[in-house]
Nanobody, 115 residues
Framework: QVQLVESGGGLVQPGGSLRLSCAASGTIFRILTMGWYRQAPGKQRELVATITSGGGTNVVDSVKGRFTLSRDNAKNTVYLQMNSLKPEDTAVYYC?????????WGQGTQVTVSL
């Protein structure tokens, strides 16, 4: 069982950047593939990106070239660097395990991209 706490969201103008952090607790974190997910108002939660225990990453096409994942297993932390943000990136962002997320999601962190 892993506990997840997301942070780093905020209000940013289109074209701006944010770095999200996911602090995880749990003895098996270092061997897990982690995912970043997001949920916009009125829409279902969607997978955005994944990072393996060794640092290999995949991102969905809509954020490719703009979002970058990294992790520091010693700190039990996963990061999402978001550049060139667009209004359609506005959502609550969550981290969780992948491909089988825990049923217990964190509070998420709000990202709002607006003038």
């Amino acid at each position: 069982q892993v506990q997840l706490v997301e942070s780093g969201g905020g209000l940013v103008q289109p074209g701006g950047s944010l770095r999200l952090s996911c602090a995880a607790s749990g003895t098996i974190f270092r061997i897990l593939t982690m995912g970043w997910y997001r949920q916009a108002p009125g829409k279902q939660r969607e997978l955005v990106a994944t990072i393996t225990s060794g640092g290999g990453t995949n991102v969905v096409d809509s954020v490719k070239g703009r979002f970058t994942l990294s992790r520091d297993n010693a700190k039990n932390t996963v990061y999402l660097q978001m550049n060139s943000l667009k209004p359609e990136d506005t959502a609550v962002y969550y981290c969780n395990t992948y491909p089988s997320p825990s049923a217990y999601w964190g509070q998420g962190t709000q990202v709002t991209v607006s003038l």
